[in-house]
Every structure is written in C-alpha cells, then in structure tokens.
C-alpha cells in the first residue's frame, strides 16, 4: 500500500503544481488498481491540491458499461475488495464517503498519515467506480 502511495501522490501533485494533469481515467486505475478504459464516461471530477504542501482531495466518479464492470468486479475480488455489508465496521463510513452506495465492493487504503486514505467502490447498482483520494 504505502509503495502506491508513493507513486500516487507525484502524480496527483504534477497537475496541482501546474505540470501534465494526469486523467481521470489514470487516476482512478492507479488508485483503485482496476482497469479502467480510457472510454469510459467520467460522470464526475474534481481535484483540489495545496500547490505548497500537497494536501488536497480527489473525487472520480466513473461510468462502466456492463463488460468492464464485470472485469473490474473480477479483478477487485482478487484485489481483496470486500462485500458492503452492514456488519463491516466500515459500512457507516464507506456508505457516507460514496455518497451511499449500499451494494457492491470496496477497498479502503490509508496513506502515510492519520488523514490521508484512498477508497475505491464498484457500485453494483450504478456500474460506476467511485474513487476517493485524501491526502493530509
């Protein structure tokens, strides 16, 4: 987790500190190790860095057609995604950071301080990927 970070972070501050700006395609794949094509309809994006300390937050939300949503569902159980469930301790949490997806996948990876985490949810409902970076 913490080497993804590492490659994560330059790539989300090269466009906060006015280099290329990575798509949000790259980004989402990077973040939630899924494949992401590059067609895919971007429902929604937005990004927000400290072009001084890098703190900041991402927010992708990506249209899946039913293909790529099974393949990425596959690959997100091999990953070690986990089931949304109301037993999970993160439910709360996961529900709230996805703007309330109930049904599907997630990961949730926390970076290298107390407020920085990435999560990652398939929606099963929507066929979209939800990706959420904070970096603090």
């Known amino acids: 987790m913490r080497e993804r970070w590492i490659f994560l972070l330059p790539m989300l501050l090269l466009g906060a ?3 290329r700006e990575e798509s949000p395609h790259a980004t989402a ?7 992401v094509e590059k067609r895919a309809d971007v429902v929604e ?3 927000q860095w ?5 703190d900041g937050e991402a927010w992708i ?3 899946l057609d039913d293909s790529s949503y099974r393949t990425a569902s596959s690959e ?4 070690s995604y986990k089931v949304i469930s109301e037993s999970d301790i993160a439910f709360q949490d996961v529900v709230r950071q996805s703007r309330g997806v109930t049904n599907g996948l ?3 990876e926390l970076g290298g301080s107390a407020f920085s985490y990435s999560l990652s ?3 099963a409902r929507t066929r979209r990927l939800i990706v959420r970076v904070v970096e603090s």
């Open 17 to 19: 500190c006015g280099g």
């Open 29 to 35: 794949a990077v973040v939630s190790g899924l494949s």
């Open 45 to 47: 994006h937005r990004e």
């Open 50 to 54: 400290n072009k001084f300390n890098g």
């Open 61 to 63: 939300v990506i249209q």
């Open 76 to 79: 997100a159980m091999k990953l």
């Open 106 to 108: 997630y990961r949730l």
């Open 121 to 123: 949810v398939l929606d």
